[in-house]
């Protein structure tokens, strides 16, 4: 039985990843441990990243797809990260320890330094922002072939469901996001295919480019979703202090993607419903996830009191 993503940190699995990829065993160095365990690897001279991961947080299916997106963006010019295929051509490989299946993929290194809202450079935020709008105009492009996606509406009733078993305010929050979705449209200029885990520490400035890792979890859904990662888990004193930033960072977006002034009243909606879709999941699927030490009180008082307005 299977009772943690710490698993894969032990033994030989990840011994076993690194050899089909063509790397030393030796050179293997834990780096965190997220949605996936990830280490830090040495192959063909270069320094790469493995990513182990087990089937019940994504099938090989959805990893498969994920993977299949990244490489055609990077492919198309956009600012992603690199998948590496094994020595055997597979994105994707199972490592099998007992009765137990994990499955592993490679991603190149990105150069640069990561972004976490300590700098105070002007052009590092509208390089995100260009960045980001740059990967939503290629995704529309993008046709899936025989690989599926979710879509929000996959995520969202999910969501509802465990949130049926929790308390007033938690329902009563679940209720307003939903009334308020049911009143927006869908267009081919706001929705599409995006990255789903475009955030703090996952996107790397080089000095003229910004550039995002992997992606975790490409679902179709309004691009406002991939705009407001950036600014999940912020209360409103700690965004009232990143405003000038936020604006920085909307601004490089706009010079691709124009995004008009009325639609910046739908972002705090967008941040309200993916922290509480994170909420609930991470509360009910904490030893699936290998989130056993979250805070969830944290992340509570998140949705208690949530940022209203986006006035920048």
Known sequence: ????????????????????????????????????????????????????????????????????????????????????????????????????????????????EAIHFEQADKNIYEAWGRSLAHLHRVAKSYHPDNHQFLYWHDVWEEAGRLAENEDAMIRYEYKAIDDWLSNIDKNQHEFGLIHGNHQRGRVFYDGETVRLLDMHEPVFHWFFADLTRPFLHLSPQRFAQMKEKARWFLDGYSVIQPLAEEKIAYLPWFVRMQNLEQYLWKKNLAVVSGFENVDLAAMLEEIREPVRSWEL
């Open 1 to 112: 039985m299977w009772d943690g993503l710490h698993q894969a940190k032990q033994g030989k699995i990840p011994e076993k990843a690194a050899e089909l990829w063509g790397a030393d065993p030796a050179s293997l160095k834990f780096v965190s441990m997220d949605h996936d365990v990830i280490f830090r690897i040495k192959t063909a001279g270069k320094t790469r990243y493995l990513r182990i991961t087990h089937p019940l947080i994504r099938s090989q299916q959805e990893l498969t797809a994920a993977i299949h997106f990244q490489r055609y963006l990077f492919a198309t010019g956009a600012p992603i990260c690199e998948p590496i295929a094994s020595l055997n051509g597979h994105d994707v490989e199972k490592i099998r320890q007992g009765k137990t299946v994990w499955l592993a993929y490679v991603n190149e290194e990105l150069q640069g």
